[in-house]
């Protein structure tokens, strides 16, 4: 049996039927094809997001990285600059020391500065001392000048009657004695206390001394 032979009619359908599953087929890659490009798009801008947020915490953890170094060499530096500043306190301190002697003794022979002294120091008696019964003694050496100096600045303070020892073992500075009570300004005494000394030295330094 023979296939009936197709008509116009029917040959014009099968070609619309073949046209429109073409079409679709068309569509349907177009769709598939833009889906896919739309899901490209957002995983390239995911990725873009992520790749910034990475760059962001990297830059942060870089400038947090950089501060933390700089504060670390700044206090490298200071902590090298106090220890230099020590060392060169501690090399003034060594040579200005030997040199404290001979400055004091360098004060005491000049009469207007050890009138100064003793002053300051008959003032400070008035204030720590018994107001009677002072014992003074003096360099064995001096002049009657010089103890008739000292008794008339005890007379400018109302300590007449302090009495004037000399002895022998004083070269430089006054020894105040009463009631058991001892007021020192010889070199022994005012160096005593090295900590002072020495912390008075370096205040009195000026401040670039280095």
Request: net charge positive; aromatic share 2%.
């Given at each position: 049996?023979?296939?009936?032979?197709?008509?116009?009619?029917?040959?014009?359908?099968?070609?619309?039927?073949?046209?429109?599953?073409?079409?679709?087929?068309?569509?349907?890659?177009?769709?598939?094809?833009?889906?896919?490009?739309?899901?490209?798009?957002?995983?390239?801008?995911?990725?873009?997001?992520?790749?910034?947020?990475?760059?962001?915490?990297a830059?942060?953890?870089?400038?947090?990285?950089?501060?933390?170094?700089?504060?670390?060499?700044?206090?490298?530096l200071?902590?090298?600059?106090r220890?230099?500043?020590?060392?060169?306190?501690?090399?003034?301190?060594?040579?200005?020391?030997?040199?404290?002697?001979?400055?004091?003794?360098?004060?005491?022979?000049?009469?207007?500065?050890?009138?100064?002294?003793?002053?300051?120091?008959?003032?400070?008696?008035?204030?720590?001392?018994?107001?009677?019964?002072?014992?003074?003694?003096?360099?064995?050496?001096?002049?009657?000048?010089?103890?008739?100096?000292?008794?008339?600045?005890?007379?400018?303070?109302?300590?007449?009657?302090?009495?004037?020892?000399?002895?022998?073992?004083l070269?430089?500075?006054?020894?105040?004695?009463a009631?058991?009570?001892?007021?020192?300004?010889?070199?022994?005494?005012l160096?005593?206390?090295?900590?002072?000394?020495?912390?008075?030295?370096?205040?009195?330094?000026?401040?670039?001394?280095?």
């Amino acid at each position: 049996m023979s296939a009936p032979a197709s008509t116009p009619v029917a040959q014009s359908q099968a070609d619309a039927l073949i046209d429109e599953i073409a079409r679709q087929v068309t569509a349907q890659r177009q769709a598939i094809l833009d889906a896919a490009e739309r899901e490209a798009g957002e995983i390239r801008a995911r990725a873009r997001d992520k790749a910034r947020r990475q760059m962001r915490r990297a830059l942060a953890d870089l400038r947090t990285a950089e501060r933390q170094r700089t504060r670390q060499v700044r206090a490298e530096l200071e902590t090298r600059a106090r220890h230099h500043e020590a060392a060169r306190a501690l090399d003034l301190l060594a040579a200005a020391w030997p040199a404290l002697d001979a400055a004091i003794a360098r004060r005491w022979r000049d009469a207007r500065a050890r009138d100064r002294w003793l002053d300051a120091q008959l003032a400070l008696a008035q204030a720590r001392l018994p107001r009677a019964g002072w014992v003074l003694r003096h360099p064995a050496g001096w002049a009657d000048a010089e103890c008739d100096a000292l008794r008339a600045l005890l007379a400018a303070r109302g300590a007449s009657d302090a009495v004037l020892e000399a002895d022998p073992r004083l070269r430089v500075g006054l020894v105040i004695e009463a009631d058991g009570v001892r007021l020192d300004s010889t070199p022994q005494a005012l160096l005593a206390d090295r900590g002072f000394v020495e912390a008075a030295l370096l205040a009195a330094l000026p401040a670039d001394h280095g």
